[in-house]
Each structure stands twice: as C-alpha cells, then as structure tokens.
C-alpha cells in the first residue's frame, strides 16, 4: 500500500512571459520548471517532482496537484488581469504557492 507523505509546496509565478514553478521545499530541492504554455509547465512540474525526489531521496514517488489544472487556470488568469499595468518587467508581485501530494509506494 502506498504511503502518503507531507505535501510539498510549489510556487508559481508568471514573469516576462513565462510560466514558473519552483519549490523552497527541502524535499524539492532543485525544481524550477518554466514553459510559456501555462498547461505544458503545470504538467511537468509532477514529473520533475517525481524526478528530483528519486534523485534525492532514491524513492520512486509519484506526486499530483492538489487541484486541477482548469482550477489554476481561472487563478492564473484572474491574477494576471489584476496585475497587467502594474510592473513595468512584467513580473507579477502575486504569488501561488500550491500544495502538490505525493505517495510513496510500499
């Protein structure tokens, strides 16, 4: 039976016109995932996570986000409307730090 661990904490922010994921998470050492499709990089984050960990960690760990992609998509949008006029680079100040599960199998 897999084994459900701590989530691990992923931040998103959308700057000069792409779409990033990075993680201060001890667990999740070294993401940074970029992409200008916002769908392309929200789907790889869970690969990379799964990556790094066996990486780190010498688990195979499968990981998922704690909401949908569609669900995202309506926060990312809303938050960019918000900020359009407001930072001159770009960047947005708003950030999202979601939550992504990961199960450890037994």
């Given at each position: ?54 990486h780190n960690h010498n688990e ?47």
């Amino acid at each position: 039976m897999a084994t459900k661990n701590p989530p691990i904490e992923v931040t998103y922010k959308y700057i000069d016109g792409a779409h990033f994921f990075v993680s201060d998470d001890k667990e999740a050492l070294g993401l940074c995932v970029a992409h200008c499709d916002l769908k392309t990089a929200y789907e790889e984050v869970a690969y990379q996570l799964s990556a790094l960990f066996e990486h780190n960690h010498n688990e195979e760990t499968t990981f998922s986000p704690t909401v949908s992609f569609d669900e995202f998509k309506k926060f990312a949008d809303a938050v960019q409307l918000l900020a359009k006029g407001t930072e001159p680079s770009g960047a947005l100040k708003p950030t999202s730090i979601q939550p992504w599960m990961h199960k450890t199998p037994a």
